[in-house]
């Protein structure tokens, strides 16, 4: 079983996530562009102790530049959204090794989101946007998961291609981002221990009972499936939002 799955949707982020990682037991799978592609690949992804999704994002807040990293709190996908209680962790991870890091809430769309309803998006709280990670997220279950994007595209710009200056930083960025999601992902799965200091106050574990999909992987059971649960006792759960906003 691999310690470390990393989906990304594109081969260019897949090389650079994959310069960043140390040698060891990790596999970085290419989803390809788009939910419906993401989803088929979360349909058949190989076992792993824990699943992150990485790569590019859209700001959608004019205060995120490009090369800020997006730790998500949550994933949306129109009115649901699954809480990543491990943002914590993994957002201090990327900070000790220098990165620009922010968290909040990550909206999955299916389609290029620009203009006003960027911030549309803004005004319920969302960071960032993608176009894959709401599929893994869900499909992730009660496994460890993480969502990180480096912003590439700004919320002042109309077009994620007007600015080809910005891919370039945003790249650079992740390939950087290896070693914490590694760290993160031993500290998870249990290989690695936590302090009291590691550990997250919980403030965005939904509270309602909700869905999760069985892929007929490994799920997670016996793990920590979250900073507070140490025996794999607590899944994440699907809620409606809106929910609390950070900025």
Partial sequence: MTALLVCTALGIEARAVWHGLPAGD?????????????????ARLPSADALAVAGFGGAVREDLRAGDVLVATEVRFGERALPCPWAPFLAAELARHGLPVRTGPLVTCDHVVTGAERGLLAERGALAVDMETWPLAEAAGDLPFAALRVIADTADVRSPWAVPAYGVVAYRVLRRIGPALARWAAHASGADHPTDDDRATGADRA??????????????????????????????????????REG
């Fill in 26 to 42: 990790a596999l970085v799978l290419r989803t390809g562009m788009g939910p419906e592609r993401a989803a088929r690949a979360a």
């Fill in 207 to 244: 509270t309602s009972v909700g869905h999760s999909m069985d892929t007929g992987r490994a799920t997670g059971a016996g793990r920590r499936t979250g900073p507070e649960a140490d025996d794999g006792s607590v899944p994440r759960e699907e809620r409606p939002f809106p929910s609390s």
